[in-house]
């Protein structure tokens, strides 16, 4: 299951989240979003959890606690929509 994690420190770093999750099952993936040119985080990342259980505990266990002093948003991630091409077509 891939998790959304919203209302991140701008500190808070891939390590991080991969830590707070491990201790409810395996992490397969831990990335915070950042801006393209600057390397800033946006406040938002994904983990994504194999073990579909040990994602929805992980989720109520850590939904609203906080991390670097801001409390964490947590909700099952969306799949992506389809954006509309851009560009110069022929």
């Not at 991140?8 to 891939?14: E, G, H, M, S, W």
């Not at 194999?50 to 929805?56: G, V």
Request: zero cysteines.
């Amino acid at each position: 299951m891939k998790i959304h994690v919203g209302n991140l420190a701008y500190n808070v770093t891939d390590e991080d989240l991969r830590d707070l999750f491990a201790s409810y099952g395996e992490v397969a993936s831990a990335n915070v979003i950042k801006e393209r040119p600057s390397g800033q985080s946006k406040g938002f990342g994904f983990v994504e959890m194999p073990n579909n259980s040990e994602a929805d505990k992980a989720m109520k266990g850590l939904n609203g606690t906080r991390l670097k002093e801001h409390a964490i948003k947590l909700s099952q991630a969306k799949p992506p929509s389809k954006r509309p091409v851009r560009g110069f077509r022929h």
